[in-house]
C-alpha cells in the first residue's frame, strides 16, 4: 500500500512558477508509475503527467507539455511537478496519484489529497 501527500501548491501570477511535491510512504513506491492529475470547479478529474517507474519516460497532457515537468526520485520516495509558465487555466486541485496506468483516472490505484494552486491573471 501507498500512502501519498502534496505540498507546494498557492496562489501564484500568470507567467509564474510553482513546484508541487508528493511525498510517499510504503516500500513499493518504485514498483508504481506516477501520475499528476488535476481537478478544477464543475469539471472532471484530468491528467496532467505520468512517469514510469524508473524515471526514464514522462508522458504530458497536450494543454501543460513544454511547461510542465514531472521528476522522481526513488530513493527519495518522492515525485515532483515543476511548473513553469503558469497560466490561469491552470487554477485546481492537483492530485497525485500512483498505479500501473498511463492517462487515465481509473488506471491508479492510490491518490493524495490534492493541493490548491491558484494562477491569478
Known sequence: QVQ???SGGGLVQ?????????????????????????QAPGKERE?????????ARTYYADSVKGRFT???DNAKNSVWLQMNSL???????Y?????????????????GQGTQVTVSS
Open 95 to 111: 492530485y497525485c496519484a500512483a498505479g500501473m496506468g498511463v492517462s487515465l483516472v481509473d488506471e491508479y490505484e492510490y491518490w
Open 14 to 38: 500568470a507567467g509564474g512558477s510553482l513546484r508541487l511535491s508528493c511525498a510517499a510512504s510504503g516500500r513499493t513506491f518504485s514498483t508504481y508509475a506516477m501520475g499528476w492529475f488535476r
Open 4 to 6: 501519498l501527500v502534496e
Open 70 to 72: 514531472i521528476s522522481r
Open 47 to 55: 491528467f496532467v503527467a505520468r512517469i514510469n517507474r524508473l524515471g
Open 87 to 93: 497560466k490561469p487555466e491552470d487554477t485546481a486541485v
